[in-house]
């Protein structure tokens, strides 16, 4: 059963344009959303993050849009450049009353920004 | 300075035979997770640890033992290492909810 859920699974933009990634949830008591970005033989590393009393987040070229009512979420990254190519990962947790952070990962989307 | 490592970076093993993953992390971190990676499934999380000398089951547990003989290191274990568990795998730690620190990851080959 995939709890987060993220598409398109690859998506190829030309430099300058916006990517668009989506994420979708299925659990109502995730209430922190990271997104992880991956390079190719590295691990993933926190890019961008949101809690959901906010919809939305923003921190330079990358942006996160977030509709609590409709359970999805998205990352937009505004004047793409071909070292953004990497593969990003949606990912959820409860808070809860613990500094636990048992995440929960969606499947990834491939990004390619052609120059 | 990498804060989380891991080692071997890539292994071949036998169907069969054991397998030792091993991280070290100098965060201070109290928690500790391991993850497998797998094209189309993203990262599934196996085993974590929130202190030394204990161990908790994720949701991909099974053919899987850890051990966290200290703060700084934990282990994944396989005991009797099967084709289906050729994977890419990730530990990682955290000391609260905001941000996980991953290590380069070990590609293993089961064969």
């Known amino acids: 059963q995939q709890q987060v859920r993220q598409s398109p699974q690859s998506l190829t933009v030309w430099e300058g344009e916006t990517a668009i990634l989506n994420c979708s949830y299925e659990?109502?008591?995730?209430?922190?959303f990271p997104w992880y970005q991956q390079f190719p033989g590295e691990g993933p590393a926190l890019l961008i993050s949101?809690?959901?009393?906010?919809n939305k987040k923003e921190d330079g070229r990358f942006t996160i849009f977030f509709n609590k009512r409709e359970k999805k979420l998205s990352l937009h990254i505004a004047d793409s450049q071909p070292g953004d190519s990497a593969t990003y990962f949606c990912a959820a947790s409860p808070i809860a009353s613990s500094s636990f952070s048992k995440l929960v990962f969606g499947q990834g989307t491939s990004l390619s920004v052609v120059p | 300075e990498a804060a989380v490592t891991q080692s071997p970076r890539s292994k071949v093993a036998v169907t069969g035979g054991k397998v030792t993953l091993s991280c070290h992390q100098t965060n201070n971190h109290d928690y500790m997770y391991w993850y497998r990676q797998d094209t189309g499934h993203g990262l599934r999380l196996i085993h974590y640890s929130y202190v030394a000398d204990s161990t908790e089951k994720g949701d991909i547990p099974d053919g899987y033992k850890a051990s966290r003989p200290s703060q700084e290191n934990f282990s994944l274990i396989l005991e009797l290492a099967s084709l289906s568990q050729t994977a890419v795998y990730f530990c990682a730690s955290s000391d609260n909810y905001a941000e996980q620190f991953f290590g380069p990851g070990t590609r293993l080959t089961v064969l």
């Open positions: 659990n109502s008591a995730f209430d922190y």
């Open positions: 949101i809690l959901s009393v906010s």
